[in-house]
């Protein structure tokens, strides 16, 4: 079911950036992320062997897997961001779109102003919250004022942040409470209108009801964005995902390394429902792991 | 506390014997170790005040001309040492301070393991423990004497100065540097933020206030260093508001001509110096608490 694709530049400078990238794509069952043989290494140690897998425009696709399986990893080299690791590289090939992401023209900048990702922990800027929203439009150029404030107001209404800030937009982000910050950092994220958004188990450090509004917006911006959401929370992942990846971790007795795989790649109900794998079938369970 | 249970009373006091007494002892070298603090400052800065405070007028801070080491107390005043201490030690400032922060963000955010990062990394360290008078004969020799009788200036005392901030300067901002969060800075790289920006809008406002308090530090210290200036200022006794050209003279250099001589005057006014220069570097400690409390306003 794939759709052939246009190819896009990753080269800087380029800055109308997310709204190219959906026009050329507007359709569902697109492929956004083409992984093919990918090893992830850290300095000589393989922390994932072997990942290939498609990601699809305008779903949710989760991870989920037991720690040290590598999905942060894996879910990390979709923007870059591993490369602010020293020594970290991989093997393999990564299409974005239909450009090879880690060819050597490609700027990690322009692919990161496209492929935005929520971290684990919260972490605003200590700005206020407004500067923390408008951080993204300002480095990308935007100097007017109205602009902005029109830009921060869609964001913190889209992060269902709007009505709880908007009278202390000047106050600084640090106050907020943790699930506030988690939501004020998606709509950083959401400023720059990336296509793609990564989100590194935003929900970890959050209580149920704040975890909730999370979910519910993931939700509600699903329809114009593509989002890989790492979990280690199951239900989670059965609540927003539509597809699944599972990794395990494998383990060499001989050598005593470790290494993360990927195990099953599938529809979400499938996955939980019906999986293919033993390994799946135990961790969903909750028999291992 | 009498609640009605039938359940053994739990004793939840600290427990006794050798335990509590390691507590006490500890508790009380603490507060030995603090009033041992406190009391060669507390002296320190009694003693300055109150030999220096009544040779502080008007006249004193600001009289072009330095009087001979003889005269009384009322006769002249320190303007020209005021004059040429703030020159020198800003002129000092503003070459150390930028050099010494951009150091420090090329060792901490851009040079990462290669080997010019280590070797600037350690050869700052090295400097912070290089004598100050080691400065000045530096200074002495690479530019005063090829400049011979001109070589002599504010300028060469700046030189001097700097030399020996650069070092604190370094120190003291890449430690500010390293204990910037690290996921400030993937949050500026995941907007697509290049490396200069996120130094720029993330990493620098967010270590400012340790910057400019370890800034500070150095300009106070160097304010008040005397070696590097004896072979760099030369010592005259009028204002010399060129800080490029001539002769100068600073705060220290007179502590030390005036500390040094028999005549009661001179003591007075060495007194005198070492007051205004503490209180100089107290300005300059308030100014920085303001500057940063404003750059930190959103940090809590």
């Given amino acids: 079911m794939e759709q052939p694709e246009q190819k896009i530049k990753l080269t800087l400078p380029e800055t109308s950036t997310a709204a190219a990238a959906k026009q050329d794509g507007g359709f569902t069952g697109a492929s956004v992320f083409d992984a093919k043989n990918v090893s992830c290494y850290y300095g000589s140690f393989r922390a994932v062997t072997d990942v290939s897998l498609t990601i699809y425009e305008n779903e949710i696709t989760a991870f989920i897997g037991p720690s040290g399986c590598g999905k942060t990893t894996v879910l990390r080299t979709l923007n870059r961001m591993n490369d602010l690791v020293v020594g970290a590289h991989i093997e393999g090939d990564i299409y974005y779109r239909g450009a090879s992401l880690y060819d050597r023209s490609v700027s990690p900048t322009a692919v990161r102003r496209r492929i935005g990702m929520v971290f684990q922990k919260p972490n605003p800027f200590p700005k206020s919250i407004y500067d923390n929203v408008a951080y993204g439009p300002r480095i990308n150029g935007i100097r007017s004022k109205g602009k902005l404030d029109e830009i921060v107001e869609r964001s913190l209404r889209q992060a269902a942040l709007w009505d709880e800030v908007k009278n202390r937009l000047n106050k600084s982000a640090l106050g907020m409470s943790g699930g506030q910050q988690q939501r004020l950092c998606i709509a950083r994220t959401l400023s720059v209108e990336p296509d793609v958004i990564l989100m590194d188990e935003p929900c970890s450090a959050l209580d149920p009801i704040a975890t909730g509004k999370i979910e519910d917006l993931m939700h509600e911006i699903k329809s114009r964005y593509t989002i890989v959401i790492v979990t280690h929370n199951m239900q989670q992942a059965t609540r927003v995902s539509d597809r699944t990846a599972f990794y395990s971790v494998l383990r060499d007795d001989k050598s005593d390394t470790r290494t993360g795989v990927l195990v099953e790649y599938g529809r979400t109900q499938q996955v939980f429902e019906d999986p293919h794998d033993a390994r799946t079938q135990a961790y969903v369970t909750g028999r291992v792991g | ?300």
């Fill in chain 2, 1 to 300: 506390m009498s609640v009605v249970s039938n359940q053994p009373t739990i004793d939840l006091r600290e427990p006794g014997g050798w335990r509590r007494s390691k507590n006490q002892i500890a508790t009380g070298l603490m507060y030995f170790a603090f009033v041992v603090i406190l009391v060669p400052l507390g002296l320190v800065i009694f003693e300055v005040i109150a030999k220096g405070a009544k040779a502080i007028s008007w006249q004193f801070l600001t009289s072009s001309t330095v009087p001979p080491n003889v005269m009384p107390l009322g006769q002249g005043g320190m303007g020209a040492a005021v004059v040429g201490t703030l020159e020198i030690t800003a002129f000092a400032a503003l070459i150390a301070v930028p050099l010494g922060i951009l150091g420090a963000v090329y060792i901490n955010e851009y040079g990462g393991r290669t080997w010019l990062s280590r070797l600037i990394s350690f050869m700052s360290d090295v400097m912070v423990g290089v004598p100050s008078i080691v400065m000045g004969l530096f200074i002495f020799t690479v530019w005063v004497i090829p400049h011979g009788l001109t070589g002599l200036s504010g300028l060469a005392g700046s030189f001097a100065l700097a030399c020996l901030m650069l070092p604190l300067v370094i120190r003291s901002a890449y430690e500010m540097l390293l204990l910037v969060p690290n996921h400030l800075r993937e949050a500026s790289y995941a907007l697509g933020a290049t490396k200069s920006r996120v130094t720029l809008t993330v990493v620098l406002p967010s270590a400012v206030s340790g910057i400019v308090s370890g800034s500070l530090l150095a300009i106070a210290r160097a304010a008040g260093e005397t070696a590097p200036l004896l072979f760099t200022v030369g010592a005259v006794e009028s204002t010399n508001t060129n800080l490029f050209s001539g002769a100068t003279t600073a705060l220290p250099l007179q502590i030390f001509s005036n500390a040094l001589s028999p005549y009661t005057g001179a003591e007075e006014r060495a007194w005198g110096c070492a007051l205004t220069l503490i209180v100089i570097a107290f300005i300059l400690l308030f100014v920085a608490r303001i500057v940063t409390a404003r750059f930190t306003r959103y940090t809590r």
